[in-house]
């Protein structure tokens, strides 16, 4: 056996991960580009300082202030309000969904999204040992629910992943799916990835409403999106409470720190100042997308804070062009796509400038 003597089916993989490069205008994860007030700064700095002093101890392995916080904050999102007993937070909305698989996948089980979808899911299932099928979604990116229910009805997968909005597409599903797809999925899990939930446009509810009707929906959200603390690595979900239980099964023990339970909830205080930018953000996006439409690019709908754009016969020629201008995008998606993360006003015009340039150059 060649050293070191990884399971075969990692042998010579990369790791997941967008290029973090040193540029001037950065586009390429999806972050929120307005960063925390001094206030902001100072009321977490003075609550870290506060966990600081009891650091010798662990921290408290359920997180209780922390669950109540977040369950405060999702009942805005739904009339039968969430309690405590329906949260759990982890270190990101991507360990959140890996300890998903790890309670409810497992060899001889299956998972299953529907393509193009974020790529992080298929390596939950790899990571888990869980077979991995994958659906195709529509031209347009949305989801054709008749042929999603029978591929559900037909594979019988232990979980569902839906996110919505989609990465990298931006599409939301319509208010109709999840109830429809919970029913397909038996005794699976349909999990709701809302990690860009906050950007969606008026109208579209978000899946928490649909709680009580569905004993097998989980949603999951992040602070690293909309709530920008990408930094923080704090992301939670909101299901029935047997399945917070069937994950404290598989969950490390402690594991979300002191630290980071007490600069959460200092963020959770600032809500209305970290979530403030959202609008500002949504009209930036929608003015994004038709910019590039007047281009005579394709966009798909955006319910995201990033646009798909394209289709180029070299999409690494563009990607490299913006980033010889200083702007790093995202090279994902279907072949021939791009994604750009919808930054601050000057950031955009400095995207749009760049992309003028390099598309002036016939790449
Ligand atoms: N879901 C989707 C659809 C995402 O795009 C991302 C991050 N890019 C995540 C989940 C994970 O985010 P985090 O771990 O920062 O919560």
């Not at 888990?128 to 989801?143: I, K, M, N, P, Y």
């Not at 990298?168 to 939930?197: F, Q, R, S």
């Not at 690293?224 to 990408?230: E, G």
């Not at 750009?340 to 340039?357: L, N, R, Y």
């Amino acid at each position: 056996m060649s050293f070191p003597p990884i399971r075969e089916e990692l042998r010579g993989l990369q790791p997941y991960g967008a290029p973090q490069l040193d540029v001037p205008v950065q586009l390429n994860t999806n972050e929120n580009p307005y960063g925390p007030s001094a206030a902001c700064a100072d009321d977490i700095a003075a609550s870290v300082r506060a966990a600081a002093l009891t650091l010798n101890r662990y921290p408290d392995r359920e997180h209780v202030e922390l669950r109540t916080a977040l369950a405060a904050y999702l009942s805005r999102d739904t009339p039968h309000g969430v309690t405590t007993e329906q949260v759990w937070a982890a270190n990101g909305s991507n360990e959140v969904m890996l300890q998903l698989l790890q309670a409810f996948g497992g060899p001889g089980r299956t998972a299953m999204s529907f393509a193009p979808t974020y790529s992080m899911y298929p390596e939950y299932a790899r990571d888990t040992s869980t077979a991995w099928v994958q659906g195709r979604r529509a031209d347009d990116f949305s989801l054709d629910l008749d042929a999603a229910r029978e591929a559900i009805e037909r594979e019988q997968p232990s979980v569902v992943l839906l996110p919505s909005p989609n990465n990298p597409t931006g599409t939301a599903l319509p208010p109709e799916a999840v109830g429809l797809l919970c029913k397909a999925a038996g005794d699976g899990l349909v999990v709701v990835d809302e990690a860009y939930g906050e950007f969606r446009r008026a109208g579209v509810p978000s899946a928490v409403e649909l709680l009580p009707t569905h004993r097998n929906l989980v949603v999951t959200r992040t602070m690293s999106k909309a709530f920008a603390a990408a930094g923080l690595r704090l992301g939670y979900l909101a299901a029935d409470p047997a399945i917070c239980d069937a994950i404290r099964v598989v969950r490390l023990p402690y594991h979300l720190s002191a630290v980071t339970q007490a600069t959460a909830l200092a963020a959770l205080r600032h809500a209305p100042e970290l979530l403030g930018k959202v609008d500002e953000l949504r009209v930036e996006r929608d003015a994004t997308v038709s910019w590039l439409r007047e281009q005579g690019l394709t966009v798909a709908d955006s319910d995201a804070n990033f646009a798909l754009f394209g289709t180029f016969e070299d999409r690494h020629a563009v990607w490299q062009g913006l980033l010889d201008r200083g702007v790093l995008i995202r090279e994902v998606g279907p072949d021939g796509w791009l994604r750009v993360s919808i930054g601050t006003p000057d950031e955009m015009m400095s995207f749009k400038q760049a992309m003028a340039e390099t598309l002036q150059m016939e790449v």
